[in-house]
């Protein structure tokens, strides 16, 4: 049963224990995920009209803009019922964000223990989709942009090695190949030191594929992204921690906080029942 603070004769009768630091600490809490939430979906619609969602999809198996629309309709729903039921001391939207919150809590432990599990399964995914990145590489501007700044910022080039770029039309490396990038990699593929000018040079890649392991080493990057971004991982794991410590943070305070409000509030409505018996009945 959803219970509220009470009315009796017309006039508000205070039975309230509840703590107004818990109240509006729970719905500031709300209240900022709420903005967040809104601005997800801005972010969502406006990359939705933007760009063709059927690139996307071909590019990544899935439309980020979407997901981004649907994880902030959510978060929206979710936060308004923590923002309302705090306020007006609902119990049943404090309790419908509570358990969504421990759900999703759950969901995320979940997904982080299954991925440390079966990690070679979760890799060969990752490399699928790397490699259907590349395939699209010129479909998409912003998914061009990710690629190279990828491979610039982990030193790399390709999803397990340079000729992976091979798999992409323009830099297929048959000779019916047409193209004037023929055998070629991208120019975020090419080893740029710090002491070199600002204008790179965007043909540095040009035949790189023709060249022999060792050979092309010298001018790019040869070894995947992949293994890159595992031995990163490998390399800050305390600072990945600290991340999802970050992340769970706020969903257990949130759990915490309501779950206090839910109990304060049914103390509320029980002293509320116990008075109003005891009051309309003069032999009790």
């Known amino acids: 049963m959803c219970g509220k603070r009470g009315r009796r004769g017309g006039h508000h009768e205070d039975f309230s224990f509840v703590s107004p630091v818990v109240k509006y600490l729970l719905f500031l809490f709300n209240f900022i995920f709420w903005l967040i939430a809104m601005a997800m979906m801005a972010i969502g619609v406006y990359a939705r009209v933007e760009k063709h969602a059927e690139t996307a ?116 490396c048959t000779a019916a190949n047409p193209s004037l990038e023929r055998c070629a990699v991208p120019f975020s593929c090419c080893i740029i030191t710090k002491d070199k000018v600002e204008v790179i040079n965007t043909m540095c890649g040009q035949g790189m594929q023709e060249m022999e392991y060792l050979e092309a080493s010298n001018y790019i990057h040869t070894n995947g992204c992949i293994d890159k971004v595992v031995d990163w991982i490998h390399s800050n794991l305390f600072l990945l921690g600290g991340i999802a410590l970050g992340l769970a943070i706020p969903q257990l305070v949130g759990i915490l906080l309501s779950q206090i409000l839910i109990s304060q509030i049914k103390d509320q409505i029980e002293l509320q029942n116990y008075n109003l018996k005891h009051h309309s009945d003069p032999w009790s």
């Open 57 to 172: 999809l071909a590019c990544l198996s899935v439309d980020p803009a979407m997901m981004l629309l649907v994880v902030g309709v959510l978060m929206f729903i979710i936060t308004f019922c923590g923002c309302v039921g705090s306020l007006r001391e609902n119990i049943c939207l404090l309790q419908f964000f509570c358990i969504s919150l421990t759900i999703i809590f759950l969901l995320q432990l979940a997904a982080g223990v299954l991925g440390f599990i079966f990690s070679d399964k979760a890799r060969h995914k990752v490399t699928q989709m790397v490699t259907n990145a590349i395939v699209h590489y010129r479909d998409d501007i912003d998914l061009q942009n990710l690629i190279d700044f990828g491979q610039k910022e982990f030193g790399c080039c390709g999803a397990v090695e340079y000729g992976d770029w091979s798999k992409n039309m323009y830099f297929n």
